[in-house]
């Protein structure tokens, strides 16, 4: 088998790292002990946009053949699209030309409704998928052993998604050690909505409201102040704008939805305070307290 | 002089434990080179509700003396009042009767203007204070020492305050390490609704809102895929109920200030999403971005 990774940065990169690894470990294995299963017989080949970069890919181990030229894909039986969220369908157009029939496409992205209409409408044989995985670095120096283990890896098929294909994507994943969930695209995008990208919005907005304050002395001392509860109540909030705007775009109707029932509940609490209703306010308190209790954070 | 602490716990306890070892230490250095400036002639006296914690108190090194008597702080030249919040103006009117004419009175309460007003009419010697140090344990036994080092001490004098026992609670502070800074009680009450309040709110109505979720489905894999961001955005709101409510009572009128103003800078950016002004919401997550940057976090 083939397996083909296009775009090679932090996710895809860690990706081949993990599957070369992988074979490697294995196909040692078996060279101390004849008599274990045999090896896993995949090649993996890149594509980057840049010449520089396959270079690096090859050389770190990342995989075995890397190119420029999408044509590399016409010997993939199985393609990780591991470029950033906008690229994604673009990409599955310009392969097209190079794939075998069998060719199984799956890719990366951190949201799925769209891109699993977009890319299923162009090649029926593809397989929505998240590692819900990654670090505040990118590109291929930053690509590491054991990124996905442990962390979510979801799975969107659809009703018309082939179950063999899901099947193949599913045996890769085993391999990196992640936990597979399988879910519809848009529960997935709700999912994360919530827990991703609402807190986004909601971090941001923090920050951006203390720029409202009008006496500078105020502003001053509040920076001065500023410990760990404002640290981490506004970390995801200040974090990559390019990342932060390409969920809002692409995640538009999950985000508002949350946003939605986000502001509602604001609402509900500040007239606990204006009112006075201290009794509900510490029930609500306590409430928050446990819920959060029971994410396994 | 004898400095008094009313209330034994994270911050009386710490206070005392820091005071005690400050004296102890500087003896030592004297008694090993007599050319050294005076030691500090201060004697620590403490005040608890129970005679058990006054028992560890004088044990562990943290007063030299404990009583549940208030009468002990006829002897003070100085006291700190280190209980909750709710309990300080009370403690103040209690105290009165056991008060020398010129004992100066100060707090260590997290919000300063109703506090301030409160106490300084009982006893005009009276000066606000907030050591912005803690964590999330409580009690004499979670006294610790280096708790004040590098941290914020804010002094919060008003006209009337007398400049000589300002100066006697800072030559107290000192010895604690921490980083002194004055402004009015409503200046600080302010910008710590704005770093410690407003995102206790903020982050505790993400907590809440998770609960609007009709879709069991995808309320379920929200706390599957919950991870570093959400975690550390819902930290605050799913904090001690308790603190939440008494910041929420106590810093009521600045809270409802900065409130206002982020659900204002929260529909803004929500419009932002809903009329897909990309380019508009790219700016201000830019601006949001190079603005937590400001922050010494």
Chains 1, 2 share one sequence.
């Not at 895809?12 to 074979?23: A, D, K, V």
């Not at 002990?33 to 050389?59: F, H, M, T, W």
């Not at 590491?144 to 283990?149: D, E, G, I």
């Not at 994943?173 to 909505?193: F, N, W």
Request: charged fraction near 15%; hydrophobic fraction near 40%.
């Amino acid at each position: 088998m083939n397996i083909g990774i296009v775009g090679l940065g932090l996710i895809g990169g860690s990706l081949g790292l993990e599957l070369y690894t992988h074979r490697q470990q294995t196909q040692a294995q078996i060279s101390n002990n004849p008599s274990a299963s045999p090896s896993p017989s995949y090649r993996i080949l890149g594509i980057s946009l840049e010449q520089k970069i396959c270079d690096i890919a090859v050389k770190r181990g990342v995989v075995d053949e890397a190119s420029v030229d999408l044509s590399l894909m016409s010997q993939a039986d199985i393609i990780f699209i591991c470029t950033p969220i906008a690229a994604i369908a673009p990409t599955v157009a310009k392969l097209i030309p190079y794939l075998q029939p069998h060719t199984i496409l799956t890719d990366v992205g951190s949201v799925k409704k769209p891109i699993v209409e977009n890319c299923s409408a162009l090649w029926p044989n593809f397989v929505g998928g998240h590692p819900m995985a990654g670090n505040t670095q990118t590109g291929i120096n930053a690509a590491q052993h054991h990124l996905f283990v442990n962390k979510p890896y979801v799975i969107t098929p659809t009703a018309n998604t082939p179950l063999e294909s899901i099947k193949i994507v599913e045996s890769i994943v085993d391999l990196l050690q992640a936990k597979i969930y399988h879910c519809q695209p848009e529960e997935h995008d709700r999912a994360v909505a919530w827990i991703s990208h609402l807190p986004v919005i909601v971090s941001g907005s923090l920050i951006a409201s203390l720029r409202q304050e009008d006496n500078p002395d105020v502003a001053l001392l509040a920076h001065y102040f500023a410990s760990s509860g404002f640290r981490d109540t506004s970390r995801v909030g200040g974090g990559n704008p390019e990342l932060g705007l390409m969920m809002a775009k692409y995640n538009r109707d999950a985000l508002l939805r949350s946003l939605q029932s986000y502001r509602q509940t604001l609402d509900k609490i500040t007239t606990y305070i204006e009112q006075e209703d201290w009794q509900t306010l510490e029930k609500q308190l306590h409430q928050n307290h446990s819920d959060r209790l029971k994410f396994n954070l």
